[in-house]
């Protein structure tokens, strides 16, 4: 739902729900949006994050029917579709996902004809007005950039399709936007590594120079089309598990012009002191279907983990005081689990930011683990569920623009 007061547009990702085919996708979306608008937008059009798997996005573009009845049931239900989460290409429930969800990367030509196919798409069925974002992957998992050459193709992909975004415009008259999303261990991991490959690669001569021969335009436009069609997604999740600063993350992205294309509310695990007790209880969210990117920080010194597991096995090793941040979202409204906690405090300054001066126009919730949570933390039912971290990241926003 729009927020009004230039606070952007709310909803929560479809990811949470079955989605790895357009059929279990339309399924999900004629099951829960409904409901959900039902409970949080009863009086006013919602907005709709939509999943689109690479087996999606194959079965739309080959059915024009299947195109018309989603546009369809979108003005049917009073709904608008304004973002595409375009992150995992393949299946991502019911099986083993883990470092797989990042391929194809983008120096594969696959994920560079998918994402422009669902900018297609979404030129098509997207309501007048709506200037739409695809979240997709932060390049590639970082152990499979092997040097320079990977990250010029990475780098040049990703101009094709903002090369294809602007002539998109230029053709239909709909804006349609790439938004990249930074994530623990990935080529573009922490705030400052992405304004690095923003500055050296994008915005560089190079890459202007690129962009305005791959779209055949003035360097002059290829500049401006830098940013008007390329920039990130801001998960607070992942820059918590960086241990970074809301506040000055997000200022460092406006300091270098890089656009925040979705501002994304999800929070992490959280144990300030790692005890046996919290590592009894953490058990319950290890060897999931998902990575668990683990980083620690001990003596001032900051140490990285694949999966929860290994940190586990590494405290087992060589006890001590530590603290870990582990990525796995865990709802949005909790801020105490018990032993540890959450680092629901993220999300809560970087809304105060928005609030004060607003970063994006797309805001999300992302918390996707339903499947995988421990039956403790799921109160009520999925539609339960999502309807209150709605509530509340609405309720902490509105409450933060008003004592501005």
């Known amino acids: 739902m729009d927020l009004k007061g230039g606070l952007g547009h709310l909803s929560y990702s479809t990811l949470v729900h079955p989605g790895d085919t357009w059929a279990e996708m339309r399924e999900s979306m004629s099951t829960y949006l409904p409901e959900v608008k039902k409970r ?19 079965t739309l573009m080959g059915d ?42 983008w120096a594969d030509e696959r994920r560079v ?7 297609d798409i979404l030129a098509e069925v997207c309501a007048e007005g709506v200037e739409p974002s695809i979240q997709s992957a ?18 040049r992909n990703t101009l094709r399709v903002v090369a294809h975004l602007f002539h998109l415009e230029q053709r239909t008259g709909r804006r349609v936007k790439l938004a990249l999303e930074p994530e623990p261990f990935c080529y573009l ?20 120079e690129l962009l305005s021969e791959l779209a055949d335009i003035p360097l002059a436009e290829s500049i401006g089309a830098l940013r008007r069609y390329l920039g990130v997604v801001f998960d607070i999740c992942h820059q918590s598990v960086a241990f970074e600063n809301m506040t000055e993350s997000l200022a460092k992205l406006e300091a270098a012009g890089i656009p925040v294309f979705k501002l994304q509310e999800a929070s992490a695990l959280w144990v300030p002191e790692v005890t046996e007790e919290a590592i009894a209880e953490l058990g319950r969210f290890t060897d999931t279907i998902y990575l668990s990117q683990t980083s620690e920080v001990r003596d001032g010194v ?17 006890p001590g005081p530590r603290e870990w941040r582990t990525h796995f979202h865990v709802p949005v409204f909790l801020d105490d689990l018990g032993p540890f906690r959450t680092t629901r405090f993220g999300v809560q300054e970087a809304l105060l930011v928005h609030a004060a001066k607003p970063q994006s126009t797309h805001l999300e919730i992302e918390t996707y683990t339903w499947d995988v949570l421990p039956d403790h933390l799921k109160t009520g039912d999925i539609i339960d569920y999502v309807v209150r971290e709605l509530e509340f990241v ?9 004592h501005q």
């Not at 369809?72 to 239900?77: G, I, S, T, Y």
């Not at 004809?113 to 900018?119: C, E, F, G, P, V």
């Not at 932060?138 to 780098?155: H, I, K, M, R």
């Open 40 to 58: 949080f937008s009863p009086d006013a059009p919602f907005g709709v994050s939509l999943r689109l798997s690479g087996a999606s996005v194959e």
């Open 64 to 105: 024009p029917g299947e195109r018309a009845e989603l546009a369809k049931f979108l003005d049917q239900q009073d709904m608008y579709l304004y973002t595409v989460n375009a992150f995992p290409y393949g299946p991502f429930k019911g099986q083993r996902v883990k470092e797989q969800v990042y391929e194809p990367d």
């Open 113 to 119: 004809r998918y994402t422009m196919d669902i900018a």
């Open 138 to 155: 932060p390049l590639a998992f970082a152990a499979n950039v092997s040097g320079p050459d990977y990250v010029e193709t990475l780098t």
């Open 189 to 208: 991991e922490t705030t400052d590594e992405t304004v690095t490959w923003f500055t050296d690669h994008v915005y560089s001569a190079a890459g202007i």
């Open 302 to 318: 900051l140490t990285r983990y694949l999966n929860l597991e290994d940190a586990i096995a590494a405290y087992r090793a060589d």
């Open 394 to 402: 609405r309720d902490t926003l509105l409450g933060a623009a008003e």
